[in-house]
Structures are given as C-alpha cells and as structure tokens.
C-alpha cells in the first residue's frame, strides 16, 4: 500500500526528489522572467536556447526545441504552461 493511501508522510527519497522538482520549477521560472526582460536587439529564441544548452551542460540531459510557424510574443499564461 502506498505511503499516500495509508496518510504518512512521503519517504525520504520523495521528498528529497520533490523538493529538487520545486527548485528546478522556480530556477526556471526565474529564468524565464530574465529572459523577457532581456537587452533590445536580442531575440527571446535566441536567449532561451542559450538557457537551454546551460541546462544539457548542468544536467546531462538533451533538449529538443521545436518551431512551428512564425515566432510571435508569449503572455505571461504561456510561461506558466511552458513550466508545468
């Protein structure tokens, strides 16, 4: 039975895993307050992919970026979704 189902706390290693996630989550965010603010004549795509090549150094993992269509400006709701 999981730790949930019977109301105890979450083990250790969760909670040491969520409190990575939550970290992770604000880094991000911050990173993406940053970025909108960033100096004029420097594009938001080419700030974000330099974020994410410092991501795959830190962390090992690769990132894939996307493009469909013609860039336009995100909201303040995108950025929230593009985090969680």
């Known amino acids: ?45 080419t700030l974000f992919e330099a974020e994410f090549g410092l991501f795959e150094r830190r962390t090992g993992r690769r990132v894939w970026i996307t493009r469909h269509g013609e860039p336009r400006d995100l909201g303040p709701a995108c950025g929230e979704l593009l985090i969680d």
């Open 1 to 45: 039975m999981a730790a949930s189902a019977r109301n105890e706390p979450p083990s250790a290693g969760a909670q040491t895993i969520a409190n990575q996630r939550d970290r992770r989550r604000f880094e991000l965010r911050e990173t993406l307050v940053r970025l909108g603010h960033a100096p004029q004549g420097l594009a938001f795509g």
